[in-house]
């Protein structure tokens, strides 16, 4: 298929949804912020565990525990996008199977054992397995749950377009009820993510839910198909949900086609009927169009250089318009829910040209806007932070790759009061977090932040703004973990951590 050369899509890119930007709301409010059990504002970073998950007879991911332990022990990270399958959830109308939750539940665990914060996707990508007779593509949806009618779904070379087969649209029209011939299908899924809260409700590593990954509407899309059968899927899991369980966070994905590359979306405000300030999430993806199209973050920043075999400007260039894009519109679509943000993938293959630095420029984004992250995704097929396993030995430890000492970054695990400024500086290695007092009871808990060991022999040293004496900041080499409390009767704080001097 001949492509438009890229920087015109790119162009149209830009000037599309900035004239769509140009509509959407001016710019928001400062970042809202998740919190954990003692009122802190928790920082997410972390992984998708697992692509694997997909394919996988159980719907289990590849990892065993000593990868949760050797996640930890190389990156510090806090957070993991554990992804589900509804096929393995409820292989027949109604009937939940048990032993596969009590699969999940043992990898809860593993997390739970490590303080990670674990969100339940429930994944899909192109309907489900069932959406061809080979069952080679297509995840998440159960066999009974997908009615092709028979239209063709033929296998392509780009995966994404098997969206656009006629068997592939009509199952994604039938659960939304644009056909109106299965209006069962929405139900079920409802009910089946009422019996995972009601199973997790009182899992306190189960931070909370996506309810569905990359919605596609099938042949209702953009506005209409967000405002319409994707908000009424949100608005009746949410209130399923909050039936069992009043204290998860809910996670709600715009549709996936644009608005990864940048796009705004028209997901409206949805209510969290729960007894308390709500708890939705706003989870969006970014895969930039440039990137999309194969193009790498090469080359570099002013134009120059070469972000692909011989052409001209820098792919970099467009690239960064369109997270900047992304991050304008992704602002705005939150302030319009009301909701913290977490970006709940980014990634792309860790050998093309320019790629740490685009994984840099993604947490730099996110910590500016207060946005958690988790990295698409945690696999063994060089997107991952994994080289593969070494050889041999009962060990089997997982061996590093570059994405290892990227991910491996100081970051505010959790923020004793209201987040004003989190900034790492990748040459100096130093992190500054400032927040502000809550002044009403609500947070518990110190300040922690992790540091790597890497640079940071004991911690490396943390400073505050705080006069000496009034705060004090303890070491916890276990966890690599600086524990700190801020004088109370001062609103604002800023901490510095850098490497040892
Ligand atoms: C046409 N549609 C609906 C479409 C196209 C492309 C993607 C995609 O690249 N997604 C990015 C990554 N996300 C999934 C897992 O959620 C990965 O398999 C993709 O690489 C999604 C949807």
Known sequence: MKRPPWPVLALVLVLVGGSLAVVTRPSPEGPRYITDDQGRAITLHGFNT?????????????????????????????????LLQWRALEPEPGEYDEEYLDAVAERVSWYAERD???????????????????????????????????????????????????????SFDHFWNTTGEHPELMDHYVRAWRHVADRFADEPAVLGYDLM????????QGPDFEKGPLAELYRRSITAIREVDNDSWIFVEP???????????????????????????????????????????????????????????????????????????????????EAPIVLGEFGLDTSSPGAMEYVER?????????????????????????AGRADGGEERAVVPGPLVDVMNRPYPRAIAGEPLAVHYDRPTQTLTVSFAEKNDGSVT??????????????G???????????????????????EVESAPYLQEHELVVSPAN
């Open 116 to 170: 990670y914060h674990v969100l339940l996707d429930m994944h899909q990508d192109l309907w489900g397995q069932g959406i061809t007779e080979a069952g080679r593509v297509g995840n998440g949806a159960p066999e009974w749950g997908t009615h092709t009618d028979g239209l063709p779904v033929e296998e392509q070379e780009q995966w994404e377009l098997v969206y656009l087969e006629p068997g592939t649209m009509r």
């Open 445 to 458: 808990g110190p300040t922690e932040i992790y540091v790597p060991e890497g640079g940071f022999p004991g």
């Open 362 to 386: 993604m947490l730099a984004v996110t910590d500016e806007i207060g946005a958690g992250r988790a990295y698409w995704s945690n696999d063994l097929d060089g997107w991952g932070p994994w």
């Open 255 to 337: 549709q996936a086609v644009g608005i990864n590359w940048g796009l705004p979306s028209a997901l409206p405000h949805l209510d969290d009927p729960r007894e308390g300030k709500p708890r939705i999430v706003y989870a969006p993806h970014i895969y930039p169009l440039p990137m999309d199209m194969g193009e790498s973050y090469g080359g570099d920043e002013n134009g120059g250089g070469d972000g692909r075999s011989g052409r001209g400007e820098s792919s970099r260039v467009w690239i960064d318009r369109s997270i900047s894009l992304w991050r304008r519109n992704v602002l705005a679509t939150a302030d319009r829910l």
């Open 460 to 482: 490396g040293s943390i400073t505050s703004s705080d006069p000496e004496g009034s705060w004090s900041g303890e070491w916890d080499a276990d966890r690599r973990v600086w």
């Open 213 to 220: 990954n990359e919605p596609w509407g099938g042949t209702l």
């Open 50 to 82: 697992a692509g694997s998950t997909k394919g996988d007879p159980d719907a289990m991911p590849w990892i065993e525990e000593q990868d949760v332990e050797s996640e930890y022990e190389q990156m510090g990270t806090n957070f993991v996008r554990f």
